[in-house]
Nanobody, 118 residues
Framework: QVQLVESGGGLVQPGGSLTLSCVAS????????MGWYRQAPGKLRELVAA???????NYRDSVKGRFTISRDNAKNTVYLQMNSLKPEDTAVYYC????????????WGQGTQVTVSS
């Protein structure tokens, strides 16, 4: 069982920035594939960004150039730096431990609300 705890959400004006953090339990975080997902009201949950154990990243087109996913294996933490935020980025953001060959279990955090509004 892997526990994921997100933090860093909040209310921000359009054009502003936020950094989300997700701390994972366990001693083998370095081999986990991690991802950030979001779900807006009335919409399906969607992938925002992902990072593999070797640091390869992937982003949905609408956030490329604005969001950056990173990880600190010493702190068991994955981050999502969000810049130039837009109202359409408003959603609950979830941290996910994705499937990988060495660590196949899939786990979700509880989510953190991000609201972009003036």
């Amino acid at each position: 069982q892997v526990q994921l705890v997100e933090s860093g959400g909040g209310l921000v004006q359009p054009g502003g920035s936020l950094t989300l953090s997700c701390v994972a339990s366990g001693s083998i975080f370095s081999i986990y594939a991690m991802g950030w997902y979001r779900q807006a009201p009335g919409k399906l949950r969607e992938l925002v960004a992902a990072i593999t154990s070797d640091g390869t990243t992937n982003y949905r087109d609408s956030v490329k150039g604005r969001f950056t996913i990173s990880r600190d294996n010493a702190k068991n933490t994955v981050y999502l730096q969000m810049n130039s935020l837009k109202p359409e980025d408003t959603a609950v953001y979830y941290c996910k431990k994705d499937y990988s060959f060495l660590a196949p279990g899939i786990f979700w955090g509880q989510g953190t609300q991000v609201t972009v509004s003036s």
